[in-house]
Protein backbone atom coordinates (compact mmCIF):
# COMPACT_ATOMS: atom_id res chain seq x y z
CA UNK A 1 0.00 0.00 0.00
CA UNK A 2 2.86 2.16 0.99
CA UNK A 3 4.48 1.69 -3.08
CA UNK A 4 1.53 2.40 -4.16
CA UNK A 5 0.70 5.92 -2.08
CA UNK A 6 4.26 6.52 -3.39
CA UNK A 7 4.01 5.49 -6.84
CA UNK A 8 0.50 8.24 -6.87
CA UNK A 9 2.55 10.96 -5.18
CA UNK A 10 5.33 10.79 -7.14
CA UNK A 11 3.23 10.46 -10.68
CA UNK A 12 0.99 13.96 -9.28
CA UNK A 13 4.54 15.41 -8.58
CA UNK A 14 4.99 15.12 -12.04
CA UNK A 15 2.38 16.26 -13.71
CA UNK A 16 2.32 19.39 -11.99
CA UNK A 17 6.12 20.15 -12.82
CA UNK A 18 5.06 19.18 -16.26
CA UNK A 19 1.91 21.52 -16.25
CA UNK A 20 4.57 24.20 -14.97
CA UNK A 21 7.36 24.00 -17.58
CA UNK A 22 4.07 24.99 -20.30
CA UNK A 23 5.74 28.19 -22.12
CA UNK A 24 3.59 29.95 -24.38
CA UNK A 25 4.48 30.10 -27.66
CA UNK A 26 2.86 33.26 -29.91
CA UNK A 27 3.45 31.80 -32.98
CA UNK A 28 1.63 28.69 -32.48
CA UNK A 29 -1.60 30.49 -31.93
CA UNK A 30 -2.82 31.56 -34.97
CA UNK A 31 -4.37 28.14 -35.58
CA UNK A 32 -6.02 28.08 -32.01
CA UNK A 33 -7.68 31.47 -31.98
CA UNK A 34 -9.79 30.99 -34.69
CA UNK A 35 -12.78 30.08 -32.12
CA UNK A 36 -11.59 33.37 -30.52
CA UNK A 37 -12.17 36.01 -32.90
CA UNK A 38 -15.55 35.71 -33.69
CA UNK A 39 -16.72 37.75 -30.34
CA UNK A 40 -13.34 38.73 -28.59
CA UNK A 41 -12.38 40.07 -32.32
CA UNK A 42 -15.01 42.81 -32.79
CA UNK A 43 -15.22 46.38 -30.92
CA UNK A 44 -18.24 46.81 -28.48
CA UNK A 45 -20.11 43.60 -29.67
CA UNK A 46 -22.40 41.71 -26.98
CA UNK A 47 -22.76 38.31 -27.07
CA UNK A 48 -26.32 37.03 -26.89
CA UNK A 49 -25.84 33.56 -25.28
CA UNK A 50 -27.06 33.14 -22.32
CA UNK A 51 -27.56 36.44 -21.83
CA UNK A 52 -26.64 39.91 -23.46
CA UNK A 53 -23.06 39.93 -21.98
CA UNK A 54 -20.55 42.95 -22.88
CA UNK A 55 -17.66 40.76 -24.40
CA UNK A 56 -13.96 41.93 -22.88
CA UNK A 57 -11.49 42.84 -25.68
CA UNK A 58 -8.34 40.48 -24.74
CA UNK A 59 -5.83 42.13 -26.79
CA UNK A 60 -3.04 43.64 -24.19
CA UNK A 61 -4.04 41.55 -21.78
CA UNK A 62 -1.61 40.21 -19.72
CA UNK A 63 -1.00 36.21 -20.49
CA UNK A 64 -0.92 35.64 -16.69
CA UNK A 65 -4.39 36.68 -16.93
CA UNK A 66 -5.81 35.05 -19.96
CA UNK A 67 -4.25 31.97 -18.85
CA UNK A 68 -5.73 32.32 -15.30
CA UNK A 69 -9.37 32.94 -16.86
CA UNK A 70 -9.30 29.87 -19.48
CA UNK A 71 -8.30 27.83 -16.41
CA UNK A 72 -11.28 28.52 -14.55
CA UNK A 73 -13.33 28.35 -17.12
CA UNK A 74 -12.49 24.95 -17.65
CA UNK A 75 -12.57 24.11 -14.16
CA UNK A 76 -16.29 25.27 -14.26
CA UNK A 77 -15.02 28.40 -11.79
CA UNK A 78 -16.22 31.00 -14.34
CA UNK A 79 -19.41 29.81 -15.55
CA UNK A 80 -19.90 31.17 -19.26
CA UNK A 81 -21.39 28.13 -20.96
CA UNK A 82 -19.22 29.26 -23.92
CA UNK A 83 -16.40 29.82 -22.76
CA UNK A 84 -16.58 27.21 -21.03
CA UNK A 85 -17.18 24.42 -23.78
CA UNK A 86 -14.32 26.21 -26.02
CA UNK A 87 -11.85 26.17 -22.82
CA UNK A 88 -12.05 22.79 -22.44
CA UNK A 89 -11.11 22.02 -25.72
CA UNK A 90 -7.71 23.37 -25.15
CA UNK A 91 -4.96 21.61 -23.64
CA UNK A 92 -2.41 23.91 -21.40
CA UNK A 93 -0.31 24.35 -24.44
CA UNK A 94 -2.95 25.88 -26.36
CA UNK A 95 -4.01 27.74 -23.74
CA UNK A 96 -0.28 29.19 -23.10
CA UNK A 97 -0.08 29.52 -26.95
CA UNK A 98 -3.62 31.62 -26.60
CA UNK A 99 -2.69 33.62 -23.85
CA UNK A 100 0.58 34.51 -25.46
CA UNK A 101 -0.54 35.52 -28.52
CA UNK A 102 -3.33 37.82 -27.21
CA UNK A 103 -1.18 39.30 -24.54
CA UNK A 104 1.60 40.77 -27.26
CA UNK A 105 -1.17 42.71 -28.79
CA UNK A 106 -0.79 46.26 -27.90
CA UNK A 107 -3.67 47.94 -25.99
CA UNK A 108 -5.40 49.78 -28.97
CA UNK A 109 -6.34 46.36 -29.86
CA UNK A 110 -8.52 45.95 -26.70
CA UNK A 111 -10.71 49.47 -27.47
Same mark, same amino acid.
Given at each position: ??? $???? $? +??? %??????? %? @???????????????????? /?????? !?????? +????????????????? =?? /? @?? !? !??? #?? /???? #??? =? %?? $?????? %??? @???????? =?????
Amino acid at each position: MKK $LLAV $L +VLA %ACGSAAM %A @ADVVGNPKAAPNKIEMCIGC /HGIPGY !KASFPE +VYQVPMIGGQSAKYIES =AL /H @AY !K !KGD #RK /HPSM #RGI =A %AS $LSDQDI %ADV @AAYYSQQN =AQSRK
